[in-house]
């Protein structure tokens, strides 16, 4: 790895975390959509995503995009329709070799404020590494329908990557929690999978920073693998 950041390394031990705590099992990616190469600044471009799914997670997977200056890892978890959990979402992009963007968040779903107070709490309680304050980031406004106060969104140096990973693994640490705990709640299903939809129709259609992956990899392809596996049009059940 050429760049600094550290952040395949930390999305490989988070994926173990989680699919250990979650009992996750494998689901089968279209081979087209599971490795694409490509280019980026002339060099060499490698994705690589892993899907899973497991009792209490509908869709969860792992995206890992590795060039000579660039270093991209991503993960979403879809929770089971049936329990009050949020989306876990982690984005972590270094472009260059000085500074990346830090993101993460436990998006919440629920409309019940109990339920949105207590899965706050939960990621307070987790979330002890800070990032100085002249690191915080001010997120998009669209994103801003779906981001919890709680959520992580920072510029970072070199210097800063270790506390940021350290942060990213305490918001899967509190979705674990969450999960654990969790109760079957059948009521307000349909609901829950209307807003993962949106979740992700409001990525795809508005991300601005999902445009990288036309310019590195082809574009056909690349939208494909946009709508059939980043940011499900279909959510697998």
């Known amino acids: 790895m050429t760049t600094r950041f550290g952040f395949i390394d930390g999305l490989r031990a988070l994926e173990g975390q989680l699919r250990g705590e979650l009992q996750l099992s494998a689901r089968a990616l279209p081979p087209v959509l599971a490795r694409l190469s490509g280019t980026f600044r002339d060099k060499p471009a490698t994705l690589t995503a892993r899907a899973y799914s497991g009792p209490s997670c509908r869709y969860a997977r792992f995206v890992e995009l590795e060039s000579d200056e660039l270093e991209i890892a991503n993960v979403a978890i879809f929770p089971d329709v049936h329990v009050s959990l949020p989306i876990l979402g982690v984005d972590l992009v270094g472009v260059g070799r000085d500074t990346a963007v830090a993101v993460a968040d436990l998006s919440p779903v629920s409309d019940d404020d109990r339920v949105r107070h207590a899965q706050l709490e939960c990621l307070e309680r987790h979330h002890v590494s800070r990032l100085p304050a002249e690191t915080r980031l001010e997120l998009p406004g669209w994103a801003v329908e779906w ?10 140096g070199t210097s800063q990557a270790e506390i940021a990973r350290r942060a990213v693994g305490e918001f899967a640490s509190a979705f674990i929690e969450l999960a654990r705990a969790a109760a079957p709640s059948p009521t307000g299903a349909e609901r829950v999978a209307t ?20 310019r590195i990899f082809e574009p056909v392809v690349a939208d494909r693998f946009l709508r059939e596996v980043l940011f499900p049009e279909r959510i697998p059940a």
């Open 147 to 156: 981001f919890s106060r709680g959520a992580l969104s920072a510029r970072i």
């Open 195 to 214: 807003r993962h939809a949106a979740y992700c129709a409001s990525h795809r259609a508005q991300d601005r920073g999902l445009l990288l992956l036309r």
